[in-house]
């Protein structure tokens, strides 16, 4: 082998995305799919670096689209989405395919609805890009032993 081909190799390695990275960047893939305008949100769940289910964030199964229709407002947010967690668990369920003691990956740290449930699923690491603050979220993960991290934050 020599010197040239030799670098070629270290750059191609140095160049690839580590797990976490490849099932983040997934995670982006999947919310371009989103049907709400306000926000695009993507999730993956893996377990042994096998993807066992994908959600983004739209309107149930079967029925009209934010983008078709416009948002359903109430207070201020759009009522017509379910979260892209939800609809990970909700494709998972769907299909029969077991969850517990998987790793979520999503473009958004979950809110504190979807925390009850990824607690409740059996979901034991959270890897996420963008921050949502929410104190009670974050008491319930910890108190869960749920492991938590964000990054490459956008
Ligand atoms: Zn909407
Ligand atoms: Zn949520």
Same mark, same amino acid.
């Given at each position: 082998?020599?010197?040239?081909?030799?670098?070629?190799?270290?750059?191609?390695?140095?160049?690839?995305?580590?797990?976490?990275?490849?099932?983040?960047?997934?995670?982006?893939?999947?919310?371009?799919?989103?049907?709400?305008?306000?926000?695009?949100?993507?999730?993956?769940?893996?377990?042994?670096?096998?993807?066992?289910?994908?959600?983004?964030?739209?309107?149930?199964?079967?029925?009209?689209?934010?983008?078709?229709?416009?948002?359903?407002?109430?207070?201020?947010?759009?009522?017509?989405?379910?979260? @892209?967690?939800?609809?990970? &668990?909700?494709?998972?369920?769907?299909?029969?395919?077991? =969850? #517990? /003691?998987?790793? $979520?990956?999503?473009?958004?740290?979950?809110?504190?609805?979807?925390?009850?449930?990824?607690?409740? @699923?059996?979901?034991?690491? &959270?890897?996420?890009?963008?921050?949502?603050?929410?104190? =009670? #979220? /974050?008491?319930? $993960?910890?108190?869960?032993?749920?492991?938590?991290?964000?990054?490459?934050?956008?």
């Amino acid at each position: 082998m020599d010197h040239m081909t030799t670098e070629g190799c270290q750059t191609h390695a140095d160049a690839r995305p580590s797990w976490d990275q490849y099932f983040l960047n997934i995670a982006d893939v999947v919310a371009t799919r989103s049907t709400c305008p306000r926000r695009a949100v993507g999730a993956v769940l893996v377990r042994q670096r096998q993807i066992l289910s994908t959600g983004y964030n739209g309107a149930p199964r079967g029925l009209v689209h934010c983008t078709d229709a416009g948002c359903l407002m109430r207070d201020g947010h759009c009522v017509r989405t379910s979260h @892209a967690e939800m609809n990970a &668990i909700a494709q998972a369920a769907y299909h029969g395919v077991a =969850v #517990s /003691d998987s790793t $979520l990956y999503c473009t958004d740290k979950p809110c504190l609805i979807c925390t009850k449930l990824l607690i409740n @699923a059996g979901i034991r690491r &959270i890897v996420y890009r963008r921050e949502y603050e929410d104190s =009670v #979220s /974050d008491g319930m $993960l910890a108190e869960a032993g749920i492991a938590v991290e964000q990054i490459d934050p956008r």
